[in-house]
């Protein structure tokens, strides 16, 4: 099946650094998303993201599906960014969703 | 407002003893899904559902069973649980298939 992997895995940024999460996928998707799980467990979506550039106030998202792999961009991070960053992809052909292992986040003040 | 619900939010309870976890959303979608989330592992996908009567196995089936019988309702049963199905669970809905998917605020469960 499809392999998800992200990089890297942990991550300890000053408040105000900006950041790239980067997601690879090992065959193509039919579907992309970002989402961010807050220090209460709760997951946010960021961005639905197959294909293309995204933005949304600090944070944007670039997948190039044809070299498989998607960057989430952080720029002047805040501590409520802090948590955990996940992307997963719908692998093509299949309704199916393979989650990536993460990228834990943590800002300073 | 919106929303995909889960009850419980806790439980704990003991092998063997049958139990149901509610999963509902309000936003008419057609693709609901069942993960479970450990440490270490993210979040793997046990069920999911096309539409009413159409269900199909994750990556995680083994020791769960689901219905969907309304379009709103996605219930995961847990017919004699085990201890290593302790885990955080959440129920997720997208209008189709590929498409963004809004999740619920996870169940935690717990087995003795």
Same mark, same amino acid.
């Given at each position: 099946?499809?392999?998800?992997?992200?990089?890297?895995?942990?991550?300890?940024?000053?408040?105000?650094?900006?950041?790239?999460?980067?997601?690879?996928?090992?065959?193509?998707?039919?579907?992309?998303?970002?989402f961010h799980?807050n220090?209460?467990?709760q997951l946010i979506n960021?961005?639905?993201?197959?294909?293309?550039?995204?933005?949304?106030?600090?944070?944007?998202?670039?997948?190039?599906?044809?070299?498989?792999?998607?960057?989430?961009?952080?720029?002047?991070?805040?501590?409520?960014?802090?948590?955990?960053?996940?992307?997963?992809?719908?692998?093509?052909?299949?309704?199916?969703?393979?989650?990536?292992?993460?990228?834990?986040?943590?800002?300073?003040? | 407002?919106?929303?995909?619900?889960?009850?419980?939010?806790?439980?704990?309870?003991?092998?063997?003893?049958?139990?149901?976890? %509610?999963?509902?959303?309000?936003?008419?979608?057609?693709?609901?899904?069942?993960?479970?989330?450990?440490? /270490?592992? /993210?979040?793997?996908?046990?069920?999911?559902?096309?539409?009413?009567?159409? %269900?199909?196995?994750?990556?995680?089936?083994? /020791?769960?069973?689901?219905?969907?019988?309304?379009?709103?309702?996605?219930?995961?049963?847990?017919?004699?649980?085990?201890?290593?199905?302790?885990?955080?669970?959440?129920?997720?809905?997208?209008?189709? /298939?590929?498409?963004?998917?809004?999740?619920?605020?996870?169940?935690?469960? %717990?087995?003795?």
């Amino acid at each position: 099946g499809i392999q998800v992997e992200q990089s890297p895995p942990d991550l300890i940024l000053q408040e105000g650094a900006n950041s790239t999460l980067r997601c690879n996928f090992s065959d193509s998707v039919n579907n992309l998303q970002w989402f961010h799980q807050n220090p209460w467990g709760q997951l946010i979506n960021l961005f639905y993201i197959p294909s293309g550039t995204k933005q949304n106030g600090r944070l944007s998202a670039t997948t190039v599906a044809t070299e498989r792999y998607s960057l989430l961009y952080i720029s002047s991070s805040q501590t409520t960014d802090s948590g955990v960053y996940f992307c997963a992809v719908g692998a093509s052909g299949t309704y199916k969703y393979i989650f990536g292992t993460g990228t834990r986040l943590k800002v300073l003040a | 407002e919106a929303q995909v619900t889960q009850n419980p939010r806790y439980l704990i309870t003991v092998t063997g003893k049958k139990l149901t976890v %509610t999963c509902s959303q309000n936003m008419n979608h057609e693709y609901m899904s069942w993960y479970r989330q450990d440490p /270490g592992l /993210g979040l793997r996908q046990i069920y999911y559902s096309m539409n009413v009567e159409v %269900t199909d196995k994750g990556d995680v089936p083994e /020791g769960y069973k689901v219905s969907r019988k309304e379009k709103r309702n996605f219930p995961l049963i847990l017919e004699s649980p085990s201890p290593n199905q302790t885990s955080l669970y959440f129920c997720a809905s997208s209008f189709k /298939g590929p498409d963004t998917q809004y999740f619920g605020p996870g169940t935690r469960l %717990t087995v003795l």
